[in-house]
């Protein structure tokens, strides 16, 4: 090796390439590549743009359906709502970028979800997060939230599209690697979605949006890789964002395609400049030559590996019909964006970059996307763990106090400090969001009766003791929440968040979540249309909490026919349809209660879920309940405890079962939901003949909360303790 190679190899090194990688490359391009290429190569190839570890396992996903007008491959996910409408949706994640700067990490995270959604010809209309946080008596988790919260809230509240609903949870697991998962939904017209494979070579290629600078530099590579004792020095690798230039961006992007000019279009988000160039031209089967003199630069004496693997917010890169320039031109200067037609396709199969006058970079396209590293890894079953029987766990010294430690404890207190900081009705179409005691958030079609409701689910301590009923669980518990407010559940987005898949312990958490989550698409008919994976979630080795959420899209033909859990009145009769076992492995209950956390997650019957979810979603659309909540963390205490407190109305329940009252109160059975109804036994003969299991559980009435000779406890001090915990914390 000569010493310029050993150079360039100890170069790749740094740029995240396997020794392997880097040889591969030589072989590939027959010489050595210089640093462009190698920075072009490096993003390319890098876990966060290639998914070389977990596409093997991705196709074991369902795709398609009868409403699934696009799947995975393009920025998001389309499905068909009806009457010439489409809803664009994904979720992806920023969990690096977050952990090292918060504010702009989270922020640039919800900016890049909605360029995913309007690149495609939607106008956002709706947004939701899911964040894991360590242990809030970890001595960064405080300031780690603050920052992510105002930066959600800071960009999403400037471009003005409504903040819906999500989670947030609280564990040690996450002390060394936050999870900020963000989702968008959007709304288009069928006939006019917009895709990114350049059609033909000869066409202008055109960028436009916001200068181009040096923050971002390698932001897909610091995601592909593990954190350790110096991350913070990974601040440059953050991007910055400007809501109020993506507002004009939106603005822009929708006008210009309005205008027909478009061919092909991309927006520029991880690896920027080199992954849009790449990807258009790639998909489309052509060439693509770039003069980098041309890009809109922000600073001074910028190289063309500075420009190419920036990755400086709010940028789209468009391929136009032959002759629309000055159309594009017309737009982007009525929105005061900077603009410039920077190249053109052609019929090469390369990427050609000019710089100064010179060619900096000459690559084929193929070894940078379709013939990317395609990696088998090993992987090992996780180790699993024993049901833990219900008659094993003891009750606890003090049920009303049980109660109320439950329902203070960070996972299940009430997210109002967080969600208050977020616009949740800009737009004026938001029917249901977290505030209002639904589970999932809801916004109407405007102009129409129609609504599309949208919800985001995983339960990381379920994945933990059981990868494969984890995986079911969390796109169970999706189309559940959809179901419990009256949507039909249409497809998923997901973002696998997992730690190094290099361990074979890791890989088979990967592995044995999808698999689970493949079986749950396929039985519920709730295909994958997008998504994102986000592996190396790990700091010196130590693993974040396996981690799939499921972003859930439904629609609601009427939006007069839905659900919520804040309605319950006074002489309602509560009643429980699913079947009760008294599941305490891995609960709530265990770990806020018992301080345990063991045994293996209630298991996900498909079949049951299916046939509970129709019969509970048909009694909603014929208007015979509009109350109801599904059961989740917690058990049936936990969701009784939040309808009464949603609806200001005190819950009785009543026990009629041999199971001890802590494995009934507190077990977490899936495929449950709690209807509150006028006629409860219309309800269960509907049940009956369904083959649904229903039973009345208790009645609405008076200012508390209780259990027939078990405990009693007030609204009022409920919610004291239920809404004081978090602004507590936050100081």
Not at 288 to 302: A, C, K
Not at 404 to 414: E, K, N
Request: charged share 20%.
């Amino acid at each position: 090796m000569t010493s310029a190679t050993q150079s360039m190899a100890q170069t790749a090194a740094q740029f995240g390439l396997k020794p392997d990688e880097h040889d591969l490359i030589l072989r590939r391009l027959g010489r050595e590549p210089n640093l462009v290429e190698l920075g072009v190569f490096s993003v390319m190839w890098s876990e966060h743009c290639s998914y070389k570890s977990s596409r093997r396992h991705l196709s074991k996903f369902p795709t398609t359906g009868p409403r699934v007008i696009c799947g995975p491959g393009e920025n998001a996910g389309v499905v068909d709502i009806g009457d010439g409408q489409a809803c664009i949706f994904k979720m992806e994640s920023h969990n690096h970028p977050s952990f090292i700067e918060p504010y702009q990490g989270a922020a640039t995270g919800v900016g890049g979800i909605m360029r995913d959604v309007f690149t495609m010809g939607a106008r956002p209309i709706a947004l939701l997060n899911a964040l894991r946080f360590g242990d809030p008596d970890h001595p960064r988790t405080r300031r780690l939230v603050s920052g992510v919260v105002s930066g959600i809230g800071g960009y999403g509240n400037c471009v003005g599209v409504p903040t819906i609903g999500g989670e947030t949870n609280f564990h040690r697991g996450y002390d060394g690697n936050i999870l900020v998962n963000a989702m968008c939904v959007g709304l288009a017209d069928a006939e006019a979605i917009f895709y990114s494979a350049a059609p033909a070579p000869g066409l202008p290629v055109v960028y436009f949006g916001s200068k181009t600078g040096r923050d971002g530099i390698h932001g897909a590579t610091m995601a592909s890789a593990e954190f350790d004792d110096a991350s913070d020095e990974k601040r440059p690798t953050v991007q910055v964002g400007d809501p109020f230039a993506e507002k004009l961006l939106i603005e822009a992007t929708l006008e210009l395609m309005a205008s027909g000019a478009v061919a092909a279009i991309q927006d520029m988000g991880a690896a920027g400049l080199t992954s849009s160039s790449v990807e258009m031209a790639g998909k489309g089967g052509v060439g693509i030559e770039l003069d980098l003199d041309q890009v809109p630069q922000r600073e001074t004496g910028m190289s063309a590996y500075e420009m190419m693997l920036s990755e400086s917010q709010e940028r789209m890169l468009a391929i136009l019909k032959p002759g629309r320039e000055a159309d594009g031109r017309r737009i982007f200067e009525k929105w005061g964006l900077d603009a410039a037609v920077i190249g053109q396709t052609t019929d090469t199969g390369r990427i050609v970059l000019r710089h100064q006058g010179e060619v900096v970079c000459d690559l084929p396209l193929g070894p940078l996307s379709d013939d990317a590293p395609l990696y088998d890894r090993p992987w090992v079953q996780p180790a699993l763990q024993p049901r833990v029987e219900p008659a094993s766990v003891p009750a606890p010294p003090d049920f009303t106090e049980a109660v109320l430690r439950l329902m203070a404890s960070p996972d299940m207190a009430s997210k109002r400090w967080l969600w208050e900081q977020y616009d949740r009705h800009v737009m004026a179409d938001t029917l249901e969001d977290s505030a209002t005691g639904a589970d999932a958030g809801i916004v109407r079609v405007h102009g129409t009766r129609k609504a599309i409701a949208a919800t985001s689910d995983c339960t990381p301590r379920y994945v933990q003791a059981d990868p494969y009923e984890g995986g079911k669980q969390a796109v169970a518990e999706a189309w559940r929440n959809l179901t419990a407010v009256g949507a039909d559940p249409i497809a998923i987005t997901d973002n696998l968040n997992f730690g190094n898949p290099e361990r074979p312990e890791i890989m088979g958490q990967i592995v044995r979540a999808i698999d689970g989550m493949a079986e749950a698409c396929r039985i519920l008919d709730f295909p994958v249309v997008s998504g994102n994976v986000s592996l190396y979630n790990e700091t010196s080795g130590a693993a974040i909490p396996p981690t799939p959420t499921v972003g859930g899209v439904g629609l609601i033909p009427d939006y007069g026919r839905r659900a919520d859990f804040a309605g319950l009145r006074d002489g309602m009769s509560l009643v429980l349809v699913g079947e009760t076992r008294g599941e305490l492995g891995a609960s709530m209950y265990l770990r806020e209660i018992l301080g345990r956390e063991d045994g293996a997650p209630p298991p996900v019957d498909l079949a049951a879920e299916r046939r509970n979810g129709d019969f509970v979603r048909r009694l909603i659309r014929d208007g015979v309940v509009g109350v109801v909540h599904d059961l989740a963390d917690g058990g049936l205490v936990a969701a009784a405890a939040e309808m009464a407190m949603a609806s200001g109305t005190g819950i009785t329940l009543k026990m009629d079962g041999a199971l001890p009252v802590q494995a009934w109160l507190f077990g977490e059975d899936q495929g449950r939901y709690l209807i509150g109804c006028l006629d409860p036994a219309a309800v269960r003969a509907a049940a009956a003949a369904a083959g649904a299991p229903a039973v009345v559980v208790g009645s609405a009435g008076g200012r508390a909360l209780a259990c027939e000779g078990v405990f009693s406890l007030s609204l009022d001090d409920l919610r004291r303790r239920h809404e004081g915990w978090m602004p507590a914390y936050m100081g």
